[in-house]
Every structure is written in structure tokens, then in C-alpha cells.
């Protein structure tokens, strides 16, 4: 099989038999005629339940992560939302105490009476994880870089304490990507991807993905759960994801090293207390991200002064970071954490969360540069 820079530079360029056109059209049709048999002889029979553009989509991500099958959805949280639904209650999710804050919130809005409970657990302490893992364990949750805290988690070692207690392991890859990590080949069973974020990569696209390793047992359900509820990627962001991915093996390399930069620049700071960044030695998961990741990805996060007002005023300053939510883009976002994320969150009230694009570095520590003048150095 090719490389996966390959897949990505190729992906949505099947040949169009009509036309020889290169690039995939855009299929809109919600319908698709019947043989004269009454068969549909493409397999494409209405847009809910399967469209081509989707199709290729699903295709390209099963073939990038090394699974089975692909499931692509209307956004990340509503691939979530679908894989929560299709467990068989009483059902208990381990999911880890920083994953993001979305994830927590559909938990309480969605779940609280659902026979189904989240159990908070701190993915890098294996004796924690087993303390935690009950007879009702149906899934453990992680999420590595996590957000916005970037803890890492070992996916082989928790992945195999979880097969021992019988239970299905996901893992949410949207900040590494499968260029810089592949979790099924570590023994996961699922990944989940906001493709709103690297995949389509220019913050245009909302869209979510589930990935499985095993296209039978719970993928089933899943697919069946999606077919019926309706919460399908369209045609249109289909093709703009695909039309994204094509170009996002060079643009993780730039963003990355952009990251690094901008972390080691962060890091010797004054006004800056502390980076958490798994390329810097001193990160705890540094070990584990070197070994399990091939690169350590373009989001970088900083705590800053000694209160959020600090911390905001440092975010205000920036001229080439934008300051908005989300990641993944283009262009550098700053964003103050804790005051999206409701209470009661992990995220210090001083830090500051950065995607890194795809400017010049130089720009990028420049504009940082300015913003933390004045900061009291703690
Ligand atoms: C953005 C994000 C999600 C949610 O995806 P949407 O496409 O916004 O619904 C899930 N997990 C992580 C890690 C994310 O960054």
C-alpha cells in the first residue's frame, strides 16, 4: 500500500468515467434511480442513508487510520453523540478527565438519564484507570494530546488493560491526525475525528468522522443509528474535505514546526510560567508522545500572569493570532480556554491555548512577542 502522504495527496481524485475529469464532482442528487429489476446498481439509493461524494470520504479515512470501516457525520460531536447512542444501557464510558470539553457537556445534556454514565478518570495513571474500570465498563474514551492541558496517554498500555476487562477502546485523534499517530494499530477499536479541524484544515468545513477497526458489532449499530437519525456529512463538505486533505501532510509539517518554535520561544519567556508542549523535554508525556507520535503537533498551550484578566489581556494584544475558538486552520488562533469551557474545568484561569498555522514563524513570535510585554515576570 502507498504511503500516507500518498493517499492524501490522491484522496477525492478518482478518475470521473463520464468526463476523465481528475478532481471528483460534486454529487448534490438526494436520489438515485433503480434498475429496471428494481436493483440500485451503484449501491447509492438516498442521500441519507449514503451519497457518493461521502462515500469517498468514508473510503479515504478507513484506508488513512487502518480500519475497516468509516462513518462520516455532520460534525465531531455528531459522530459522538451516535457511538454514545448505539452502546447498550446499563452502560458506564471511562472518559478521560480532560477530553474535550464538548464531549462532557453532550454527557450531561444528552446522557444524564440514559442508563448510560461517564466516569471521569485520569488516562495517564494507569492505577487510576484500573481502579476505575467496573463490570459496566463498555468504553473507555481517550484523547491524546488531550485538550487543552496536551496530557498524553499511553494508547498500548491502556488499550490492553481495557481488552482484558472486555471493553471497546476510542480514541479522538483530531489534534494528531493519522500522520502523526495511528491508534487502531495501537490497539484502539475506534477513532473519532472532528473533520472540522486538520483533516478539511481551513476552518470552512464542519464535519465528524468515526473510524472502526472491526466494520461488524458496534460499527452496525452505529451505521444503522446514522441511517435513521440522519446525521450524515453532505455532499458539499464532503468534497471540500477531501479537497483539504490533499494538502495536509505539507501543511502538519509547517504547522508543527511552527509549534515548536513558537513552545521553545514560550518557554524561555520570564512572563511565562509555564508550556505545555510534548516536544519540550520537561513534559511529562514527552517519552510516550516521542514513541507513539511522529511528530508532536501545532497546538501549543501557555499559562501566563497570575489571573485570567492577565492571561486575556495578553490574548487582546495579538495582531497576527486571531482570537477565536477551534483549530486546525490556516491562520493562528489564541484562545483563553476556561472562559469557553463552563465550570468546573481543569484549565487554568491563566492559560492561553494556540493553534499554529501556516504563517512565518518569525511573525508568529513577533506578534507573541508584543503581546507579552508588561506581563510581571512570575
Ligand atoms: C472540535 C473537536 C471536537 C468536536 O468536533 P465538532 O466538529 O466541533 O463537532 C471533538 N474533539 C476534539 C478534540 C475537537 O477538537
Given at each position: 500500500m502507498n504511503k500516507i502522504e500518498t493517499i492524501l495527496a490522491h484522496a477525492g481524485c478518482k478518475i470521473d468515467p463520464e468526463t476523465r475529469a481528475v478532481v471528483s464532482p460534486i454529487h448534490l442528487s438526494t436520489t438515485f434511480e433503480r434498475s429496471i429489476d428494481g436493483s440500485y446498481p451503484k449501491g447509492f439509493s438516498y442521500s441519507r442513508d449514503a451519497s457518493p461524494n461521502r462515500s469517498m470520504l468514508e473510503e479515504t479515512l478507513a484506508t488513512l487510520e487502518g480500519g475497516a470501516a468509516c462513518a462520516a457525520f455532520s460534525s465531531g460531536m455528531a459522530a459522538a453523540m451516535t457511538l454514545i447512542q448505539a452502546l447498550e444501557p446499563p452502560a458506564e464510558i471511562l472518559l478521560a478527565d480532560d477530553a474535550y470539553h464538548g464531549v462532557r457537556h453532550l454527557a450531561e445534556v444528552a446522557f444524564a438519564h440514559s442508563g448510560i454514565r461517564f466516569k471521569a478518570v485520569d488516562m495517564t495513571d494507569e492505577a487510576a484507570f484500573k481502579r476505575a474500570l467496573s463490570p459496566q465498563t463498555q468504553l473507555v474514551w481517550l484523547e491524546t494530546p488531550s485538550n487543552p492541558l496536551l496530557k498524553i496517554t499511553d494508547i498500548r498500555a491502556i488499550a490492553n488493560l481495557a481488552k482484558k476487562a472486555g471493553c471497546l477502546v476510542l480514541v479522538d485523534n483530531t489534534w494528531a491526525t493519522p500522520l502523526l499517530l495511528q491508534p487502531l494499530a495501537l490497539g484502539a477499536d475506534f477513532v473519532l475525528h472532528?473533520?472540522?479541524?486538520?483533516?478539511?484544515?481551513?476552518?470552512d468545513v464542519l464535519g465528524g468522522a468515526l473510524v472502526a477497526a472491526d466494520s461488524d458489532g458496534l460499527f452496525q449499530r452505529i451505521r444503522t443509528l446514522q441511517k435513521a437519525g440522519g446525521a450524515v456529512l453532505d455532499p458539499f463538505s464532503a468534497w471540500l474535505t477531501l479537497r483539504g486533505m490533499r494538502s495536509m501532510a505539507a501543511r502538519m509539517r509547517m504547522q508543527c514546526a511552527n509549534a515548536k518554535a513558537v513552545a521553545v520561544f514560550l518557554d524561555d519567556h520570564p512572563a511565562v510560567t509555564r508550556v505545555h508542549y510534548p516536544?519540550?523535554?520537561?513534559?511529562?508525556?514527552h517519552a510516550t508522545a516521542s514513541e507513539q507520535m511522529k511528530d508532536f503537533g501545532a497546538m501549543v498551550s501557555f499559562e501566563v500572569g497570575s489571573s485570567a484578566e492577565e492571561a486575556l489581556r495578553v490574548a487582546s494584544r495579538t495582531r497576527v493570532f486571531r482570537r477565536a475558538t477551534s483549530l486546525g486552520g490556516t491562520e493562528s488562533l489564541i484562545e483563553h480556554r476556561a472562559s469557553i469551557e463552563a465550570p468546573p474545568t481543569l484549565t487554568p484561569d491563566t492559560l492561553l491555548r494556540i493553534s499554529c498555522g501556516l504563517e512565518h514563524r518569525e511573525d508568529l513570535i513577533s506578534d507573541l512577542q508584543f503581546a507579552l510585554q508588561d506581563i510581571d515576570s512570575c
Open positions: 472532528s473533520l472540522t479541524k486538520y483533516l478539511a484544515g481551513h476552518s516536544a519540550l523535554p520537561a513534559h511529562k508525556g
